[in-house]
């Protein structure tokens, strides 16, 4: 499993920002039974949850982003995005996509992705 992700960057308190990854090395009955998702570290903090999405579209958000984040996935695509929406400087961390086998638990991780919040 090969995880490419995209889509930080810089942005003010009370922007927005699209993060993406793609798996375009997996074939789609592979894809469909892994539990994509997305986490994050801050600095000096411990790796957390965001956002996962199963392939059949059930979602889990943590708390502190319930409500301003949006997480979606295209199986055809083999990609997810997480729309972030009404970013805060709490929000600023290294953001990594995540793929979990549904059935053996196998972990997968993509490259972090940096998204910095200004105030």
């Known amino acids: 499993v090969q995880l490419q992700a995209s889509g930080g960057g810089l942005v003010q308190a009370g922007g927005s920002l699209r993060l993406s990854c793609a798996a375009p090395?997996?074939?789609?009955?592979?894809?469909?039974?892994?539990?994509m998702g997305w986490y994050r570290q801050g600095p000096g903090q411990q790796r957390e949850l965001v956002a996962t999405?199963?392939?059949?579209?059930?979602?889990n958000y943590a708390d502190s982003i319930q409500g301003r984040f949006t997480i979606s996935r295209d199986n055809s695509r083999k990609t997810i995005w997480l729309q972030m929406n009404s970013l805060q400087p709490e929000d600023t961390a290294v953001y990594f996509c995540?793929?979990?086998?549904?059935?053996?638990?196998?972990?997968?991780w993509g490259q972090g992705t940096q998204v910095t919040v200004s105030s």
């Open positions: 995540n793929a979990r086998h549904r059935s053996s638990g196998e972990n997968t």
């Open positions: 090395r997996m074939i789609f009955s592979t894809y469909v039974n892994y539990v």
């Open positions: 999405i199963s392939s059949g579209g059930d979602r």
